[in-house]
């Protein structure tokens, strides 16, 4: 089997399953879809020979973020949603209406500039630990303390919410 026909069928379970995750009502299905999802990004890593990354993908959004989803979906204990019928068409029209437009962006990149699909000849180092961990804590050290105090407050949130129900 080549990389190309590979790298196909996995791109195509990586849509099928974010498709899945959006258009699914149960949110437990959606968050299984999701993780999914997540492990074939993580062959498209490996295709693209950015180990590292696909190993960071496994571990840091199939493990962690999926248990940190499950134990909101858990937590809120969703249940049936029950929309208003007059916006369920807007809704409906909407949805179809940006799906359009994607897949038509998608058609004018594919017949506007065939150079921009192709895969470059040189080989791909950016996946690689060094290269990494440089960007990560000199170019963007800035947004990845953020997005660490993001987390920290999403967990204190939840820890506040499920403290005061029970």
């Known amino acids: ?3 190309s026909l590979l790298f196909y069928c996995v791109a195509a379970i990586t849509i099928g399953s974010a498709v899945f995750v959006v258009l699914n009502r149960n949110a437990v299905y959606s968050a299984i879809a999701l993780v999914l999802c997540f492990f074939s990004l993580a062959v498209i890593y490996l295709l693209l020979e950015a180990y590292v990354i696909a190993v960071l993908e496994i571990f840091i959004y199939a493990g962690a973020i999926m248990v940190l989803f ?3 979906i858990m937590l809120l204990n969703l249940g049936k949603e029950d929309a208003l019928p007059n916006l369920n068409y807007l809704q ?5 209406l940006l799906v359009l437009l994607f897949f038509v962006g998608i ?8 150079g921009l699909l192709h895969q470059p000849t040189e080989q791909f180092l950016a996946g690689g630990i060094y290269p990494l961990g440089e960007a990560l ?9 953020i997005a660490s105090l993001l987390l ?3 967990l204190i949130g939840t820890v506040y919410l499920a403290k005061r129900k029970v």
């Open 1 to 3: 089997m080549s990389l």
């Open 70 to 72: 499950l134990f909101v």
């Open 92 to 96: 409906r029209a909407t949805s179809l």
């Open 107 to 114: 058609f004018i990149v594919m017949i506007g500039d065939q």
């Open 137 to 145: 804590f000199s170019k963007y050290l800035l947004p990845f303390e």
């Open 152 to 154: 920290l407050v999403a």
